[in-house]
């Protein structure tokens, strides 16, 4: 009866969500940016057991008042590797890249940094995590905070990732 309730909970929850369509299919490449002035303030995803993959989806918030300054980093981790990323000079991340590799059930991240005219580095906190292995993960940006880094780890019996993110306040 448990796992009933779960599956209804789960199919509801991801049938409820207003981001669907995924930025994503599963093990496909994920691109996303946000657009010109903004940096991401919500993630969602969602794993699946038997593609051992998740699809995710993102939602973005004004952050600029000009024009910004933004490049793509180099691959933040190899597969089934942790990592910690923080986007560097008070930058902010405006988009995530990835792939998914069906050999090791992983992906390799890099990451979208922009930089405004006002750093944003100022009262910054880890979120913790905010999944466990297989199940639904949601991140929403505290009041006045921005996304300026991630850490995640891997687990090979799950083949899945935990994620916890990191987000400050403009100076």
Not at 114 to 122: D, I, L, P, S
Request: aromatic share 16%; charged share 25%; with cysteine.
């Amino acid at each position: 009866m448990q796992v009933i309730v779960g599956l209804l909970l789960w199919i509801t929850v991801v049938s409820a969500d207003p981001l669907e369509p995924w930025a994503n299919d599963f093990d496909q490449v994920l691109h996303y940016e946000c657009q010109s002035h903004e940096s991401i303030n919500l993630i969602i995803s969602v794993h699946d057991n038997k593609c051992e993959d998740r699809v995710w989806d993102f939602a973005c918030q004004d952050t600029f008042n000009g024009p910004r300054s933004c490049y793509w980093t180099g691959y933040a981790n190899d597969f089934d590797q942790e990592f910690t990323f923080v986007c560097p000079f008070g930058s902010v991340l405006s988009g995530m890249d990835s792939y998914h590799d069906d050999k090791t059930e992983d992906r390799r991240w890099r990451f979208l940094c922009c930089q405004g005219e006002t750093a944003v580095q100022h009262n910054c906190e880890w979120s913790g995590y905010v999944n466990d292995f297989d199940m639904y993960l949601r991140w929403d940006a505290p009041p006045n905070h921005y996304l300026v880094g991630a850490h995640s780890y891997h687990d090979n019996s799950k083949e899945d990732r935990r994620w916890s993110y990191y987000s400050c306040e403009k100076n």
